[in-house]
Structures are given as C-alpha cells and as structure tokens.
C-alpha cells in the first residue's frame, strides 16, 4: 500500500480528517522499516490507531443512518431531480470516505505489524498477552484499557473517553470487535489476569465494568516504577515481565531502602538498618523478627476476605467490594520477603564479622529449628512482649487468629504461617509429641478432648527470657528461687578426694554421654532420660550447698537455686538433708549453662514418683 499518496490524498482531499488527525501527524508519516522505540511510543501510535478506528465506524453509522433515514423535506415535481441529483451525490461523499478510512486504517495496521515484526524486544504489553494467554481481540481491548487510564492525546481523550459506564464498555465492544460473550470470557473469575487483579471487573446496574489495576497501566506505559509499586506487582506476571528485563524486584526495593536510608543518615546519622546485630541487644533481632510475622498476620487476614469474598459470604455493597484483595495480600507477602532479606542481611554481616549471633540463632543452630519453628517461637515471644503483634493477634477483622482469650491454637499458627489447606495439613507435624519443639520442651500443648489444631501453644518461660535476654529476671519472677554465679573453689570443699573425683568425671562425662546417644541411635529410641541428676545426701551443714557451688565454679556455669517448700507456700524449715544437682541437657542449653540445686526437707517429697 503506497503510504505517501494515501496521506497526500488525506490532505488535499480530506482536509478536515487531516485536522482531527493533526496531533498524530508525525506518527502517520513514520516509516514500517522503523522498530518500536519504547511502550510509551508504542501507546502513542496505539492511540492513533483506535481513533483512525473510531473516526471509521463513524463514517459507516453515519453513511446508515443517511441510508434508512426518510427525507423529510416537501417533495415538489419541479425541483425533484435536482434533489434527487443532490442527496446522491452527498451519499457518493460518504462512501468515498467510508473506503478513504477504511484504506487508511488497513495502512496504520500494517505498519503497526511491520514495525512490530522488527521489533525487539516486544513492547511489555505484547509480552504480558503472552503470558496471560490473551487471543488478539483480547489484547486490542487490553491495549484499549490501558489508552482509557493512561491517555496521552487530547483528541482521543475528548473524542474516545466515556464517563457513563453503559456507553463505555459499548466503546469497548466497538473498538476491540469484541462480542459480549467473549467479553465474558475475559472477565472469567479462572483467567489468570483476573485472579492476580490485573483486570478488575466490578458489577454496576446491572453491566460490569472493566478497568486495569493502576499499576499493570504504569508497566505498561513504561513509567518510573517506586518500592511502593514495585511491592505491588510481587508474585504476578508483571514480576515476571519486570525479571526478564533484569530488573529484580528485591534488589529495587533494597534500593528504595538503601536511598531511604542514605537521607536519613543524612539528618541523623543513623543507618543501623544495615549493620550486624548487637551481641548486648537481643531485642533489636527479635523486633526485626516481629515485622516479619506481623506482615504474616496481616497477609493472612487478607487471605481470610479473600476466601470469605470468593465463598460468596461478602456483601456486594460492601466498601471493599469490586477491589482486589489479592492483590493487597500479594503486596503484604512482597514486603514480608523484604524484611525476611533485610534480617538475613544482618545475620550475614553479623557472620562476617565474627560477632555472637542473637540467642535465637543459636537455639535454631543447636535444636536444629527451620523457619517455621523459629517463627513459631517469635510468635509466641511476640504475643507475650510485642504490644504490635499481640494487637494483631487480636483485633485483626475477620482474621482466623482472632480469639477471646490471651491464648494461641495451632490452627491459629498454621492459619498464619500457611496459605493453603494442604500446607496447613503437612505442617501439623510440628505439634506432634514427636516434634522437636516439644521434645526438646521449647513450647507446650495443653491437650484437651479435641483435636490437634485446637490444642493451645504455650512458650516455655525459660525460653522466653533466656531468647529475650532476661534470663537474669527468674529470681523476681520465682518465688524461692535464685540464679546466681558461684564463687567457691573446688579445693574450699572438705569431702574425700574420691567423691570429688567421682562427681567431677560424672559431670564432665555427661557431653560424652550426649555425643554417643547421638551416634549411637538413641536419640531416636529413648526419647527420654536424657538429663543428668546427682543427689547429695547429709546433714545440714556438711557441705551440699558448697558442693554443688564448687562444681558448678569449676565448669564455669551458673547454680538455679530453688526451695520447694516456698513455691509449695509451706514454711521454710531447711533440715538440710537432701540437695540434688541437675545437669539437664534442654535446661543448660536455654538457660545459659546453669548447674540447678534444690532445697528440700525430706528426699520423698522430691523422689517419691520417680521409684
């Protein structure tokens, strides 16, 4: 088709087209040998296209309704031929511009796949049909509701865009050449372009209406992407899209954070966002920790609306009705990840760096812990110290964690920490008796006649103060109880060399003991009696206390000093005729390597269950 002439005819002959076509007059004389330069441009032409199409259909109704519309002046014999000769020769007018048009828009299409063709890569919207499996009338009306939100010419914006939503989505129709029945196909709840919130169909008077998440328009057209829009598009096609680019959604936020971050150390000299942890602060790890389960929280009261919206069980007339909630939980899991990464992060440097890893860490290191028994743990600490998260645990709306007591259940943690039914189901295991959290006594079940998931979780203090750092604070908070450290030598203590020897060799055998139950299987076998319990035995003032206080010196450990009868609110009368060391392999590991003695006047007030 001969371009030059077709426009040189547009101008000499059809001059007022070639004014409403002045503002994309630069873009009709551009070669189909030249490839797309940008979305943008390609959005320009685009725009051009459909109002060459408009402009067309127009030309047609207007040649219809001159057709079938009876002439409604006074006919006259004298004058009839003459007007005869005149309404011919108008309607010969319209048709030469009927088929004008129609050559015009077969150009602009050629050129459009001409250029198309030596393009590369192709425009982001060309590979976003790809990815959502769009057929090509689906994509013109893709391409149409991206011009509708993110026009860029004043002719179309005042000739194409519609406020009544009735005479919009007929402009859809009419433009795209698309039926209603596939109209409704498009708009299928299974397309993958709707369940991401991409395309956004809300019900009004009896139509529905079609518009495209403010987003999917700015990738479209190629605009400057903020953290904030870069959160939005996390696990969607448009991630997708954004990756094959080379532009790594993590890495772009990381850097939002890092500029974010450079200002404020600007003004206040503060960029600890990004330096190891504090070995003296074991709260700055566990807040960082805080953020990623709340973003969990959160997510999952949002999968909660989305679930009750697709149940039918959401109003219609709701605020929220018509917006995609999928699209806000896709976001609040985008930043989970990120503060996950960032805590990460500081975990390495604080690697690299050779500094004492937040006590956490070293719980997960020495039981073994994966992230979702580490999260089970933060969770449970956060409840208890975290006014953030206990407010979310508890006043989330429609939230699966939201209760009337102060307790957690399973299925509140596997609520949160899972996003689908199957998930839920393959990490029950973790609360089974055999599970580690509760072999090792890191939380506890309290078991009733129902089932698993409704049994409540409870933290162990001790793990709680010894994660938190206040492991010191056992003496406020057990009456009769003292945690201290040791000062008596070993040669201070009058008792036979032999006895010492064969304390001494017991208790520092006791990790050889713990190496050959591991190689040996018996872990596995005997799941229980794994700690180590002496008992010292005498009269009062023969040197139990001082014993167990020497011992405890020479292994460099802490004494948990516990008198039974003041936490059974009896009187104290020491008779001073049992103490007992316990080297428990949990109790040493969570609270700090403690040698435990206890007070106590008879021996079978203690022992008389254990014969």
């Known amino acids: 088709?001969?371009?030059?002439?077709?426009?040189?005819?547009?101008?000499?002959?059809?001059?007022?087209?070639?004014?409403?076509?002045?503002?994309?007059?630069?873009?009709?004389?551009?070669?189909?040998?030249?490839?797309?330069?940008?979305?943008?441009?390609?959005?320009?032409?685009?725009?051009?296209?459909?109002?060459?199409?408009?402009?067309?259909?127009?030309?047609?109704?207007?040649?219809?309704?001159?057709?079938?519309?009876?002439?409604?002046?006074?006919?006259?014999?004298?004058?009839?031929?003459?007007?005869?000769?005149?309404?011919?020769?108008?309607?010969?007018?319209?048709?030469?511009?009927?088929?004008?048009?129609?050559?015009?828009?077969?150009?602009?299409?050629?050129?459009?796949v001409a250029r198309l063709a030596i393009t590369s890569p192709l425009p982001r919207v060309h590979r976003l049909a790809t990815q959502y499996d769009l057929t090509a009338k689906e994509l013109d009306l893709f391409q149409l509701m991206v011009i509708f939100q993110g026009c860029q010419s004043t002719t179309v914006r005042s000739q194409l865009i519609e406020e009544d939503v009735n005479r919009k989505m007929m402009m859809f129709q009419r433009l795209a050449c698309i039926?209603?029945?596939?109209?409704?196909?498009?708009?299928?709840?299974?397309?993958?372009?709707?369940?991401?919130?991409?395309?956004?169909?809300?019900?009004?008077?009896?139509?529905?209406?079609?518009?495209l998440s403010s987003i999917c328009v700015r990738v479209c057209l190629g605009r400057t992407l903020t953290p904030n829009h870069m959160l939005k598009v996390s696990q969607t096609a448009l991630e997708d899209l954004l990756r094959a680019e080379g532009c790594v959604v993590e890495q772009a936020l990381e850097l939002g954070d890092d500029r974010r971050l450079d200002k404020a150390a600007d003004l206040t000299g503060d960029a600890s966002s990004f330096e190891p942890y504090n070995p003296d602060n074991q709260l700055e790890y566990l807040e960082d920790r805080f953020q990623v389960v709340a973003f969990a929280i959160r997510a999952s009261g949002a999968r909660v609306k989305d679930q009750m919206k697709e149940a039918g069980t959401k109003q219609p007339w709701g605020e929220s009705y018509g917006n995609p909630m999928t699209a806000g939980r896709r976001e609040?899991?985008?930043?989970?990840?990120?503060?996950?990464?960032?805590?990460?992060?500081?975990?390495?440097?604080?690697?690299?760096?050779?500094?004492?890893?937040?006590?956490?860490?070293?719980?997960?290191?020495?039981?073994?812990?994966?992230?979702?028994?580490?999260?089970?743990?933060?969770?449970?600490i956060g409840k208890t110290i975290s006014p953030v998260l206990k407010n979310l645990l508890e006043?989330?709306?429609?939230?699966?964690?939201?209760?009337?007591?102060?307790?957690?259940?399973?299925?509140?943690?596997?609520?949160?920490?899972?996003?689908?039914?199957?998930?839920?189901?393959?990490?029950?295991?973790?609360?089974?008796?055999?599970?580690?959290?509760?072999?090792?006594?890191?939380?506890?079940?309290?078991?009733?006649g129902g089932d698993l998931v409704d049994q409540r979780v409870e933290l162990d203090r001790r793990v709680l103060d010894w994660v938190v750092g206040l492991d010191t604070e056992i003496?406020?908070?057990?009456?009769?109880?003292?945690?201290?450290?040791?000062?008596?030598?070993?040669?201070?203590?009058?008792?036979?060399?032999?006895?010492?020897?064969?304390?001494?060799?017991?208790?520092?055998?006791?990790?050889?003991?713990?190496?050959?139950?591991k190689t040996s299987g018996l872990d596995q076998t005997l799941t229980y009696g794994t700690g180590l319990v002496l008992l010292l035995c005498g009269a009062s003032g023969t040197g139990k206390t001082m014993t167990v206080n020497a011992?405890?010196?020479?292994?460099?450990?802490?004494?948990?000093?516990?008198?039974?009868?003041?936490?059974?609110?009896?009187?104290?009368q020491d008779r001073g005729y049992v103490r007992?060391?316990?080297v428990d392999e949990g109790y040493l590991t969570l609270s700090g390597s403690c040698v435990a003695a206890s007070a106590t006047p008879t021996c079978a007030g203690c022992f008389g269950k254990r014969t």
């Open 179 to 211: 039926s209603e029945i596939d109209l409704e196909e498009f708009v299928d709840d299974t397309r993958v372009h709707v369940k991401e919130g991409t395309v956004i169909a809300e019900p009004d008077n009896y139509t529905t209406v079609l518009s």
């Open 395 to 448: 006043g989330v709306d429609t939230s699966a964690v939201q209760r009337m007591d102060e307790s957690i259940t399973v299925n509140q943690i596997l609520s949160v920490f899972c996003d689908t039914f199957q998930e839920q189901v393959a990490h029950r295991v973790f609360f089974y008796k055999s599970a580690r959290l509760l072999q090792r006594g890191l939380v506890k079940l309290n078991r009733g």
């Open 551 to 572: 011992v405890a010196h020479h292994l460099k450990k802490r004494v948990l000093l516990v008198d039974f009868p003041s936490l059974q609110g009896k009187a104290s």
């Open 475 to 517: 003496n406020e908070l057990v009456e009769g109880s003292d945690l201290y450290n040791p000062k008596v030598q070993l040669s201070q203590v009058v008792l036979p060399d032999e006895y010492k020897q064969t304390i001494l060799s017991t208790v520092t055998a006791y990790e050889h003991f713990r190496t050959y139950r």
């Open 332 to 380: 609040l899991k985008a930043k989970q990840r990120v503060q996950d990464r960032k805590v990460m992060n500081r975990l390495t440097l604080t690697r690299a760096g050779e500094i004492p890893l937040p006590r956490l860490e070293e719980m997960a290191t020495k039981f073994k812990l994966n992230t979702f028994e580490q999260n089970v743990i933060v969770m449970l």
């Open 580 to 582: 007992f060391m316990s």
């Open 1 to 112: 088709m001969d371009g030059p002439k077709l426009l040189a005819e547009l101008d000499e002959k059809y001059t007022f087209l070639a004014s409403l076509l002045k503002e994309f007059r630069d873009e009709l004389n551009v070669s189909s040998t030249t490839p797309i330069s940008s979305d943008q441009g390609w959005f320009w032409f685009m725009e051009m296209k459909f109002l060459i199409t408009f402009l067309q259909q127009m030309s047609y109704m207007e040649l219809a309704l001159s057709s079938t519309k009876p002439d409604s002046l006074t006919h006259f014999a004298a004058n009839q031929a003459q007007k005869n000769r005149v309404h011919q020769c108008d309607r010969d007018e319209m048709i030469a511009r009927l088929n004008f048009m129609e050559r015009l828009h077969a150009y602009v299409s050629c050129v459009g």
